[in-house]
């Protein structure tokens, strides 16, 4: 599967260095959201397709590698639903591993994602 495009970003969340990384693919999109220099828990955020009202689509989360806590379910569906929606609904791949998830924090890294758009 060929990479389309891929942009990097590197900033302070509340004093923790962050590094996102926006990855193309044809069929996905793969985020990388780090404050340890790893890919962490890689978790499948995909829209679900029996939704039945458009205006509100909802999203299925799956860690696919890591720990499967309820917290990373909700970070990765706050983190990687814009990106999914602005990508016309496709899956995102999502790499996290993050010191400080606090809702502040996830704010600051969205502005990030923003800046890294590859989509």
């Not at 999914?84 to 609904?89: I, K």
């Amino acid at each position: 599967m060929p990479v389309i495009k891929t942009k990097q970003a590197q900033r302070e969340v509340n004093g923790i260095p962050t590094e996102v990384i926006c990855t193309e693919f044809s069929n996905y999109i793969f985020v990388v959201l780090t404050q340890y220099g790893k890919i962490g828990t890689l978790i499948s955020v995909t829209p679900d397709s029996r939704s039945n009202d458009i205006s509100t689509p909802t999203f299925s989360t799956k860690v696919l590698l890591g720990r499967d806590e309820p917290l990373t379910h909700v970070c990765a569906k706050n983190l990687a639903m814009f990106v999914s929606q602005e990508s016309g609904n496709r899956p995102v791949l999502l790499g996290l591993a993050l010191k400080d998830s606090t809702i502040d924090a996830i704010k600051q890294i969205k502005e990030i994602i923003k800046s890294c758009q590859v989509w």
